[in-house]
């Protein structure tokens, strides 16, 4: 009797263990699976900034390079080269 009293108390306590390890394990995984969205959110969002800051650069370093080696100029009505005179 004490030998299945005891298998018996050993199987519940090993049971309830293993059951607040899954709430604690799920709950992290759910922890886990927001971060990870909320980085996938923020590599979008620095990938935009990256490229607008691309294009502004390549549009200045352009226009450097139109008004030094090709003598034009940007024109202030409208954003576009023009050749000087």
Not at 52 to 75: C, F, G, I, Q, V
């Amino acid at each position: 009797m004490k030998l299945i009293s005891g298998v018996i108390l050993i199987t519940i306590a090993i049971w309830l263990t293993h059951n607040s390890y899954l709430v604690k394990i799920s709950k992290l995984e759910k922890a886990v699976i927001a971060e990870r969205k909320n980085l996938e959110d923020l590599k979008k969002d620095l990938n935009e900034k990256q490229l607008e800051y691309d294009k502004a650069a390549d549009l200045k370093k352009l226009e450097l390079e139109m008004r030094e080696k090709r003598n034009m100029e940007t024109s202030k009505e409208v954003y576009y080269f023009k050749i000087k005179k």
